[in-house]
């Protein structure tokens, strides 16, 4: 009988086997390496495309506060002019008030009556004077009360003085005051 040596073949399938074996896991862990680069490479272009964002937003942002800082500040620059227009109209007001009622006052002042002085002050004002007698004083109250400018007037005091040798009526009254009155709006 013939003898064949087939170890040397199986030898060799099994070299075979082996290298194929080798040659797929080496093929495997390349193909697994650049599945995994690529991967990488994409999470790596979206995170950068992230940041490249973020920057932008934060860049965005800045502005955004910048301009809000400058509105804060139009808007106290605007408070602030706006309570200095509002003194202006508060002087303006306060500058012809007293000018009407001293217009006024001498449009009701009767003749012998003189006034000694004229105190204005919180809306509400002290005359003092001396008349020729008491008819005198009454007249000035009455055409004072009738006055749009003068309104609640009172008399304080009325005595009679000597002066000069001519007796008459020394006098004090007090009103309250609205400058307002017969004035028209803009």
Do not use: H
Request: glycine share 6%.
């Amino acid at each position: 009988m013939i003898r064949i040596n087939l170890l040397p073949v199986r030898a060799a399938q099994k070299k075979e086997a082996l290298r194929t074996q080798v040659s797929v896991v080496i093929l495997s862990i390349v193909a697994m390496l650049v599945a995994c680069g690529a991967v990488y490479f994409t999470q790596s272009m979206k995170i950068a495309e992230q940041k490249d964002e973020l920057a932008r937003i934060d860049q965005e942002i800045q502005q955004l506060r910048k301009q809000i800082g400058e509105v804060r500040n139009y808007e106290k620059l605007k408070k602030e002019l706006t309570a200095k227009l509002d003194v202006l109209d508060q002087l303006k007001a306060g500058q012809s008030g007293p000018v009407r009622l001293l217009d006024e006052l001498s449009v009701v002042l009767p003749q012998r009556l003189w006034l000694t002085s004229f105190k204005e002050s919180g809306g509400s004002v002290a005359i003092n004077g001396v008349g020729i007698n008491e008819n005198a004083v009454a007249r000035f109250m009455q055409n004072l009360e009738s006055s749009p400018f003068y309104r609640g007037v009172e008399l304080q005091v009325t005595e009679q003085v000597n002066q000069d040798g001519m007796k008459l009526q020394k006098f004090s009254v007090s009103a309250a005051t609205d400058v307002t009155a017969g004035t028209s709006s803009p």
